[in-house]
């Protein structure tokens, strides 16, 4: 265009209609720049609040335990207490973005839902690593509900690349589910009446509903709740997992477990001290008992007070692990 010459004129509310409609709007950016401010400070909350329960709400003894607790097993516990959750969010909300974008296409727009942005945006190899990481990690019990996710991402994505192909929506909607289900009640029946008998209704739940639920929804929804429905469960996924993850985090150990017996050298045991053991220096245990209360353990005071040499030629107490707990041994060597 020369210098002087006037273009189409557009309207200033065009413009920022444009503006708005596009991948990452302003309510978007606003909604991203909060998630990233506050995503490094959950872990950081996550360890505080371990070390505040681990300490029975005590200060001193708080600050006793960060003194002795190495971050690094701080760390590793909240990664494997956390490592579930991520394939969790990942195969839940891109089921409810592919189900939102089967239901009602019309209101399937990355440009003004972030469910839909975030179904979009993520690649087939992350929900395949996705799926074999929560295969490797989570718990038996809840295989079934992963088997359930797999297969309704597996449906949804066909109807979505294949609607023309009849044959193959049948198998990955009807005949795959129901084998899988049949395969899963044929697999895991034993173990329903088992967990019922034990008081884990929450475990035979988990193997009796996912299974018939891969087989019940593996289409569209009714257009006209499509939209409520998928957004209703994406926030309140948002707003569970959080909380869950915390949760089990404050149970994750993070000292081991221990059973001191003090008494004199040849005489009976005068107290067995259960707890934690929080260190072992060449003089005395420090222990965290289950009332909370740091005990100070001489070693010359144990049951069997020889001790193990030390790397600088000091002797401290020898453990053996016995079911899961550990126990001091006499030191014979």
Do not use: C
Request: no cysteine; proline share 9%; charged share 15%.
């Amino acid at each position: 265009m020369a210098v002087g010459e006037m273009g189409p004129a557009v309207s200033e509310p065009a413009a920022l209609g444009r503006a708005d409609r596009r991948p990452g709007t302003k309510q978007a950016q606003q909604a991203q720049q909060w998630l990233l401010t506050l995503l490094p400070a959950f872990p950081v909350l996550l360890l505080v609040l371990r070390l505040w329960r681990l300490s029975r709400q005590d200060m001193p003894t708080m600050l006793l335990l960060v003194q002795y607790v190495s971050p690094l097993g701080l760390l590793s516990a909240l990664l494997i207490a956390l490592v579930w959750a991520l394939p969790l969010v990942v195969l839940v909300l891109t089921v409810l973005g592919r189900l939102l974008q089967v239901s009602a296409p019309d209101r399937f727009d990355p440009d003004r839902s972030l469910l839909a942005y975030g179904t979009v945006r993520t690649p087939g190899w992350v929900l395949v690593a996705a799926i074999a990481l929560a295969a490797l990690t989570w718990q038996l019990r809840f295989l079934p509900l992963l088997m359930m996710l797999a297969l309704w991402l597996l449906a949804l994505r066909t109807r979505l690349r294949y609607p023309d192909r009849p044959r193959l929506l049948l198998v990955t909607t009807l005949v795959l589910p129901v084998v899988a289900a049949t395969a899963s009640y044929a697999w895991l029946a034993p173990a329903v009446p088992a967990a019922i008998g034990d008081g884990e209704l929450a475990t035979a739940l988990l193997l009796v509903v996912p299974p018939l639920g891969a087989v019940v929804l593996t289409g569209p929804v009714p257009r006209p709740v499509a939209p409520a429905l998928t957004h209703s469960l994406a926030y309140a996924v948002a707003a569970v997992v959080p909380l869950v993850t915390g949760v089990v985090f404050l149970r994750v150990p993070l000292l081991p477990a221990v059973a001191v017996e003090v008494g004199p050298e040849a005489g009976p045991v005068r107290e067995v001290v259960r707890g934690q053991a929080v260190t072992v220096t060449d003089r005395m245990t420090i222990v965290l008992d289950g009332r909370g209360e740091v005990r100070f353990l001489p070693n010359d005071r144990y049951a069997g007070s020889s001790s193990a040499p030390t790397r600088d030629g000091s002797r401290s107490p020898a453990w053996t692990s016995t079911a899961g707990t550990w126990r001091r041994r006499r030191w014979t060597g």
